[in-house]
C-alpha cells in the first residue's frame, strides 16, 4: 500500500519527496511492485492538502484523475470495517491524524502483506504494520 505523502509528491511539480516519488511510481507501473494498493481516502487527503496550497478545482482533478489511471495501482474502499477500526487505532495508538488511522485500518484489513509505503513513522507504532520508507526501495 502507498501512503499519502508518495502520491501527492508525485502529482506536484516540486516536492522534497519528488525524485523519490518519480521513482515509485517507475516501479509501480512496471509492476516491478506487483499490485499497490491506496486508500480511496488518500483522495480526500489530497484535496484538503490541495486546497489548502491554492490548487484550483481543475487542477486537483487532473491530479486525481491522473493518479486514479496509474497502472498497477489500486483504490480501495473505505468499509464500515475499516471506518471502525480506524477510530479504534485512533484511539489505541493515539493517532491524531484520522487519514494515518485510515490508512493504517486499510493496511491492516484490506492489504494482503499489510505494508505501506510511507515516510510517516506513525505507522511504525502499529503491530502488524510493515512500513517501508520509499527513499529506501
Given at each position: 500500500m502507498i501512503e499519502t505523502d508518495m502520491l501527492y509528491a508525485y502529482v506536484k511539480e516540486e516536492d522534497r519527496l519528488k525524485p523519490v516519488a518519480d521513482k515509485?511510481?517507475?516501479?509501480i507501473v512496471k509492476g516491478e511492485l506487483g499490485i499497490v494498493y491506496a486508500s480511496r481516502e488518500s483522495l480526500h487527503e489530497l484535496y484538503y492538502v490541495s486546497k489548502k496550497e491554492g490548487v484550483s478545482l481543475d487542477e486537483y482533478i487532473s491530479r486525481a484523475a491522473a493518479l486514479t489511471a496509474i497502472e498497477n495501482l489500486k483504490f480501495v474502499e473505505t468499509t464500515y470495517q475499516i471506518d471502525l477500526l480506524a477510530l479504534t487505532l485512533m484511539r489505541q495508538y493515539r493517532i491524531e491524524s484520522l487519514f494515518d488511522a485510515y490508512y493504517a485500518a486499510t493496511a491492516l484489513n484490506q492489504v494482503p502483506d499489510h505494508t505501506i509505503i510511507s515516510t510517516d513513522e506513525v505507522f511504525d507504532t502499529i503491530p502488524g504494520i510493515k512500513?517501508?520508507?520509499p527513499q529506501k526501495l
Open positions: 515509485v511510481f517507475t516501479k512500513r517501508i520508507d
